[in-house]
């Protein structure tokens, strides 16, 4: 039988794990669940961050200073669609600019809506949208079923889909509440379930516990499913040294009342997963993660080079029992 990992996914710290893991394991034996809570529409097209963030990263096509979108890209049409701003009604949501596409992204977005339109379901088009970019890893979304994640604004009172706090309002402002909107009645896809079930090990990639992680968990059966084969679950620590290494989960973590801290993480992941990879650098905290129930992997965690990388895929691949070949 063929041994196959699973990772459940967000976007850019998933994506360098995913890529880190084809470094010492077989790309055609891993399957990336990735979270779909932070899609969206605009402009009439169907947009999946974290699946597109993980493609485009592990195709080499990532533009690696933003750590998004296409390498080489140009910006044409978001320029010339700027000219529309003065003239657009009040109320009217035509002409979004504070969400950046890019030219050659565009067509990815194109792509996607035009095959969701003729009634592919979203795991036929990821699987023909990496064929496009020549993955050899398979990735699958969570859901073709649509779920939000909407985020609660703690100084406005109001509740915004994920991406309107994270880039319209660049993940500057407090927030209260997480609620993930038709979760409820979403269905783990067939290919995501078997990633979770039939894998020899599952990884909880490095990413948001709470938004990028959290969707995932939110759909029903997940965490049943995952509490049941604990002992072969690992988590690798989004958190080091108490900051997150991009974006908000460490500020998401304090205003929602958790620890910003291995530990904090720990607590979060304790049900569905035996074991912790964290960094060196909170080795000091690996009691207190223990003490949690799960067991504790210190090994440097932050990505910096590929034989970094490679080693903590290694390790975190180790710790659940999976034998690599020489």
């Given at each position: 039988m063929t041994t196959t990992i699973g990772v459940v996914c967000g976007g850019v710290g998933a994506a360098r794990f995913l890529r880190a893991l084809d470094g010492v394991w077989p790309a055609d034996r891993s399957v990336g669940v990735v979270n779909t809570g932070d899609d969206t529409v605009l402009h009439g097209l169907a947009i999946s961050p974290d699946l597109d963030t993980i493609t485009?990263?592990?195709?080499?096509?990532?533009?690696?200073?933003?750590?998004?979108?296409l390498r080489d890209e140009t910006w044409r049409a978001m320029e010339a669609l700027a000219r529309f701003v003065p003239v657009r009604p009040e109320g009217s949501a035509a002409a979004p600019t504070w969400f950046n596409l890019g030219d050659q992204d565009l067509a990815t977005h194109f792509y996607r809506t035009a095959r969701l339109a003729e009634g592919a379901?979203?795991?036929?088009?990821?699987?023909?949208?990496?064929?496009?970019?020549?993955?050899?890893?398979?990735?699958?979304?969570?859901?073709?079923?649509?779920?939000?994640?909407?985020?609660?604004?703690?100084?406005?009172?109001?509740?915004?889909?994920?991406?309107?706090?994270?880039?319209?309002?660049?993940?500057?402002?407090?927030v209260d509440g997480i609620r993930f909107d038709a979760a409820a009645d979403a269905v783990l896809t067939e290919a995501a379930r078997a990633a979770l079930v039939e894998s020899e090990a599952v990884v909880i990639a490095p990413s948001n516990p709470l938004v990028s992680i959290g969707p995932v968990r939110a759909l029903p059966g997940v965490d049943d499913?995952?509490?049941?084969?604990?002992?072969?679950?690992?988590?690798?620590?989004?958190?080091?040294?108490?900051?997150?290494?991009?974006?908000?989960?460490?500020?998401?973590?304090?205003?929602?009342?958790?620890?910003?801290?291995?530990?904090?993480?720990?607590r979060l992941y304790a049900p569905i997963a035996a074991t912790l990879v964290i960094d060196p650098v909170d080795a000091h905290l690996a009691a207190a993660v223990e003490a949690t129930g799960m067991r504790v992997v210190v090994t440097p965690s932050i990505m910096s080079t590929p034989e970094v990388a490679h080693e903590l895929a290694r390790r975190t691949l180790a710790a659940a029992g999976v034998a690599l070949s020489d």
């Open positions: 485009y990263t592990l195709a080499g096509a990532i533009d690696p200073e933003r750590g998004w979108g379901t979203l795991t036929e088009v990821t699987a023909e949208i990496t064929a496009a970019f020549g993955l050899r890893q398979r990735l699958v979304p969570m859901s073709d079923q649509r779920v939000t994640t909407m985020v609660s604004l703690a100084d406005e009172h109001v509740e915004v889909p994920f991406q309107e706090y994270f880039v319209q309002r660049r993940h500057g402002v407090p499913l995952l509490a049941a084969r604990r002992d072969t679950v690992v988590a690798v620590s989004p958190i080091v040294g108490g900051a997150a290494l991009k974006g908000p989960a460490d500020r998401m973590l304090m205003e929602l009342g958790h620890d910003a801290s291995v530990v904090g993480v720990a």
